[in-house]
């Protein structure tokens, strides 16, 4: 054991392995990504995991037949030294099995430090066997020399422990530099090319539209296979970009000040008529976005997929009171998302008192069971929440709440 090649080669190769990673990650997510978080992603999947013996759980096999040579103990006499008597003579054999969790392949390498007199042992998947052989007639004592081996393999151990928690420790900063390095190349090619006075735009693009996949950031997943043998890259999931967000909120915003002014063209329109005409505002910028459509057991008004996953999550609504208002967000939260998933709600108000109608969504919204926190709103008559997905306190939302005044 600990006596194949070198540990530092095979640390070396892990690192290797996450730069890999970073460079097969397409340009746009690695561009976008959370590069801390990423990079933390990247360190807890190619880290190393030295094994850890369990040998409060040790045990042994029944005692079975087996042939021993005692052609070397001077202590017994034969008529020929070398006879087949001396050299296959009765004997026993236990196996001694040592469950550990880790790493089986840190026991086949050697660390950096090591002595003449390396354990002598099998590793199994999960677990070191020791092989114990003696004369059926001298019994050996079983517990010392287990003790022994074990006390032989911890000192491995301890060596290897060293080497791979100084490994572990640098490896976000690999991967933070990986990342760096590789952005810092394509931004420099970018501007570069950007010296160019002719168009970059891909095959069958009309230049007047965002599709909406072009306007995500990926952000690493929170939890990744324990199973550091997987060396594909962690996956990244997609999330709308907070500055996307931002102009689509913007989006509405102006559609939903042109509708108040003039009001009387959309007196007579219901939820769904006003819905397509904030859609069609959407569309004029974007591609990808859809009105009613079905989604986990719902209609929704305006929703922008990627990948299976909303990005976007639109409503639009009557005000009828604060029920009404607080039951609309627990139809947005009846469908499913994902963390940093976008929200957005269209109040159109037939009511005179917009004011006191604004307060009232106000004082709803802060009672709602899944509201965090307040957020700046963009105007007096929006108003603008963190919350949080039910069951799940990590898992955040934002939410605009855009309140149209088109009174009869």
Not at 194 to 210: F, H, L, M, Q, Y
Not at 381 to 399: C, I
Request: hydrophobic content about 40%.
């Amino acid at each position: 054991m600990f006596y194949g090649g070198q540990l530092s080669g095979a640390l070396e190769g892990q690192a290797e392995k996450l730069r890999r990673a970073v460079e097969a990650e397409p340009e746009a997510n690695l561009m976008q990504a959370d590069a801390e978080a990423w990079a933390e992603a990247l360190a807890h999947h190619y880290s190393a995991d030295c094994p850890i013996l369990k040998t409060d759980e040790a045990w042994q096999e029944p005692p079975a037949d087996t042939t021993v040579d005692v052609s070397y103990d001077q202590r017994r006499y034969f008529s020929q030294e070398n006879s087949d008597f001396a050299r296959k003579f009765p004997g026993y054999r236990v196996v001694v099995h040592f469950p550990f969790d880790g790493d089986r392949a840190v026991f086949t390498m050697r660390p950096n430090q090591f002595s003449t007199n390396p354990p002598r042992g099998r590793v199994g998947k999960n677990e070191l066997l020791l092989t114990i052989t003696f004369p059926q007639d001298q019994p050996r004592q079983i517990d010392p020399a287990a003790q022994e081996f074990l006390s032989n393999v911890q000192r491995y151990l301890g060596w290897a422990r060293g080497e791979i928690e100084t490994f572990n420790a640098q490896l976000k900063h690999q991967a933070m530099s990986a990342i760096a390095g590789r952005r810092q190349r394509i931004s420099q090619r970018d501007a570069a090319l950007a010296e160019s006075t002719i168009p970059v735009r891909r095959i069958g693009d009309d230049g007047k539209k965002t599709y909406i996949a072009d306007a995500l950031v990926r952000r690493p997943a929170p939890s990744l296979p324990r199973n550091r043998s997987d060396d594909k890259p962690p996956a990244l999931e997609p999330t709308l970009d907070d500055k996307v967000f931002e102009h689509v909120l913007s989006v509405i915003r102006q559609q939903s000040l042109m509708i108040e002014q003039h009001a009387n063209t959309y007196v007579a329109m219901g939820e769904e008529d006003r819905r397509n005409v904030i859609l069609g505002a959407l569309a004029t910028h974007y591609s990808g976005f859809t009105a009613e459509t079905d989604n986990q057991g719902g209609h929704t008004d305006i929703l922008a997929r990627h990948e299976n996953r909303n990005v976007f999550i639109g409503e639009c609504k009557f005000w009828s009171g604060e029920q009404g208002f607080a039951e609309t967000i627990d139809q947005l939260f009846g469908y499913t998302g994902w963390r940093d998933t976008k929200l957005a709600i269209v109040m159109f108000v037939r009511a005179k008192g917009l004011t006191a109608i604004l307060e009232k969504g106000r004082q709803a919204l802060a009672a709602h069971p899944q509201f965090v926190r307040w957020k700046d709103a963009a105007s007096e008559t929006e108003l603008r929440a963190t919350m949080r997905w039910p069951g799940d306190d990590e898992r955040l939302a934002d939410l605009n709440v855009f309140f149209v005044h088109t009174p009869a």
